[in-house]
């Protein structure tokens, strides 16, 4: 079955976590995506492997970056009405506090979608929603179907 087989499944059936499941990448690093009131939610479990500073111990950066544009990717996806995958043209991070050794959870808003390209927001957390670790502002390509 092919990635965009499984999205469109994922979408019929409303569970985005067998999706998550078929990126190679997201399970490496751990991250899984569900629906809870309304919005998807996107979650970096933790693990040892993706800790950058042990001293701390804190997150890689580019581990949370990763998982903001998977998020972003996600939100799209989940979105969208077509079946598509979106290209990624650039992401800007802006890390606001360590990401300590805990779980992460990240939620993308669509700010502007056109026909060809779609920009998308996203805030990382651990604990605290109004509390984020790191946001960042996404720039996709679309192919239109």
Partial sequence: ??????????RKSGDF?????????????????AEREGALI??????????????LPALHGGVVGA????AAIFELLWARETVSLPKTINVTVDYLRPAGPR?????GVITKQGRR????????????????????NCHFLLRAD
């Fill in 1 to 10: 079955m092919t990635l965009v087989e499984i999205l469109d499944q994922a």
């Fill in 17 to 33: 976590s067998s999706f998550a499941e078929a990126i190679p990448y997201a399970r490496f690093i751990g991250i899984s995506a």
């Fill in 42 to 55: 996107s979650t970096l479990a933790f693990r040892e492997g993706n800790v950058g500073n042990p001293a």
């Fill in 67 to 70: 998982f903001l544009e998977t």
């Fill in 103 to 107: 779980d992460c959870h990240a939620r």
């Fill in 117 to 136: 390209i779609a920009n998308v927001s996203v805030e990382a957390w651990q604990r605290d929603p109004a509390n984020p670790v790191a946001t960042a």
